[in-house]
């Protein structure tokens, strides 16, 4: 049950230039919404998060925008650098955590 | 705090063996999740324990799965009569609170069925 998803496989931009990365949930249940970034042969690493009482969290390049009524959030990371250049995973938390099935973001120099 | 740590970081196995995985959580965290993650596809939620407490195992693929956290501390995970469809990267988290906490990951282990 593929609850949250995350429809973008991949995402390239140039370096300086916005990222946009898109999710999208169905259970109304879920009360807080996370980023993770993930490099090749680690485990995902926490980004940044929301609760479900807020539609805007901001840390340092990175802002998280939460449309609950849309049941989206996005991930905007201004200005993007090379080492963004990651797997970015969306997840959801109810009584555990679910995750979308991550967006490859490459940034070019 | 040396993060969360799991062994072995990489296991082939021939079809039909017995594996288990081990995973050392953060040491003040409470809350251990299992995940499977496969190829181009996000982490799968499998089981997880509130100190020994296995509080939700129902997502865990086949009763050949069965994880264990029997002091509240470490957690096994098992993968009894392995077949090609469980190589995956079985990833393990820890938190401290209940909810609405970020999750610490560790590496993997990286598991080839042949």
């Known amino acids: 049950d593929q609850q949250v998803k995350q429809n973008s496989p991949s995402l390239s931009v140039q370096e300086g230039r916005i990222s946009i990365l898109n999710c999208d949930y169905t259970?109304?249940?879920?009360?807080?919404f996370l980023w993770y970034k993930k490099y090749p042969a680690e485990g995902p690493t926490f980004l940044i998060s929301?609760?479900?009482?807020?539609d805007k969290n901001e840390d340092g390049r990175f802002t998280v925008f939460l449309n609950k009524s849309a049941k989206h959030l996005s991930l905007h990371i201004v200005p993007s650098q090379p080492g963004d250049s990651a797997v970015y995973f969306c997840a959801a938390s109810a009584n555990d955590m679910r995750f979308g099935a991550g967006t490859r973001l490459t940034v070019k120099p | 705090d040396t993060g969360v740590s799991q062994d072995p970081r990489h296991k082939i196995t021939k079809r039909g063996q017995n594996v288990t995985f081990r995973c050392d959580p953060i040491?003040?965290?409470?809350?251990l999740y299992w995940y499977r993650q496969t190829l181009g596809q996000g982490p799968e939620f499998l089981t997880y324990f509130q100190n020994e407490a296995q509080l939700e195992k129902s997502r865990l693929l086949s009763d050949r799965f069965s994880a264990e956290r029997p002091k509240g501390s470490f957690s096994t995970l098992e993968i009894q009569r392995t077949e090609q469809g469980d190589s995956a990267m079985y990833l393990c988290?820890?938190?401290?609170?209940?909810?609405?906490?970020?999750?610490?990951f560790g590496s993997g282990t990286q598991l080839s069925v042949l």
């Open positions: 929301i609760s479900s009482i807020k």
């Open positions: 988290a820890s938190s401290f609170r209940a909810t609405n906490e970020k999750l610490f």
């Open positions: 040491s003040e965290h409470n809350r």
């Open positions: 259970n109304s249940m879920f009360d807080y």
